[in-house]
């Protein structure tokens, strides 16, 4: 069964510091994976998504993902944090193909000025 | 692109009434739709997956005869809370892939659902 774990429920980092949110997954074959935002009260935004290729991906505001076969990761990555990303995140595995995706449970991302 | 858009954002209704919540690809065809709840502070909790022009399919534990999905067209799917109550507050998420990427789900803005 597949599955995605992301141990950091909270996470509060100052704006202009770096930021790397964890997400471990199990999965038996050639992982789909994703990383979602979600502000307050909204859908989810796709980040980037990973499917083949080259193992660091870029993704929308300034993020980035590295896939880690050997650890069985995909970490999300920014730079330098800016207020606006304070929400919640949330790491995804799945097969592609229209296929439904597993979540983990999220990590709530605090930005203090 | 790819974009997905929830009607109506928001709805407050008594309990045992029925309330119907759509869900549109704007600028794509969604072969597949998925419907997700989510409890404040939780992950989200796939409710059932759709094609179109076909049943859809319910994770374990959803009520199918509660939770009607319809996916009547490419670009739209509709959930209605049949005989709501209380314990069917939640926010509601659609999600839809296809077009040019099958592999990536695309998600609405969500549909707030207060029963009194």
């Known amino acids: 069964a597949q599955s995605v774990t992301q141990p950091d429920i909270h996470i509060t980092v100052s704006e202009g510091a770096s930021l790397e949110l964890r997400c471990n997954y199990s999965y038996g074959a050639t992982p789909y994976l994703f990383w979602y935002v979600q502000s307050p009260g909204q859908g989810l935004q796709l980040l980037l998504k990973y499917f083949s290729g080259d193992t660091l991906v870029q993704g929308i505001k300034g993020f980035e993902a590295e896939f880690k076969r050997s650890q069985s990761s995909f970490n999300l990555r920014k730079p330098s944090v800016h207020w606006s990303d304070a929400a919640e995140y949330f790491c995804?595995?799945?097969?592609?193909?229209?296929?439904?995706?597993?979540f983990g449970t999220g990590t709530q991302l605090k930005v203090e000025l | 692109g790819a974009v997905v858009s929830q009607h109506p954002s928001r709805v407050i209704c008594k309990s045992g009434t029925s309330v119907k919540i759509e869900c549109r690809s704007l600028d794509f065809q969604a072969t597949t739709m998925f419907w997700y709840r989510q409890f404040p502070k939780q992950s989200l909790m796939l409710m059932a997956t759709s094609n179109e022009g076909s049943k859809a399919t319910y994770e374990q534990g959803v009520e199918k005869d509660k939770f009607l999905i319809n996916h009547a067209s490419l670009t739209l799917s509709t959930l209605t809370v049949t005989s709501a109550h209380p314990e069917d507050s939640s926010f509601y998420i659609c999600?839809?892939?296809?077009?040019?990427?099958?592999?990536?789900?695309?998600f609405g803005p969500g549909t707030r659902l207060t029963v009194l």
């Open positions: 999600s839809a892939s296809g077009g040019g990427d099958t592999d990536t789900q695309y």
């Open positions: 995804a595995v799945g097969p592609g193909g229209g296929n439904k995706l597993t």
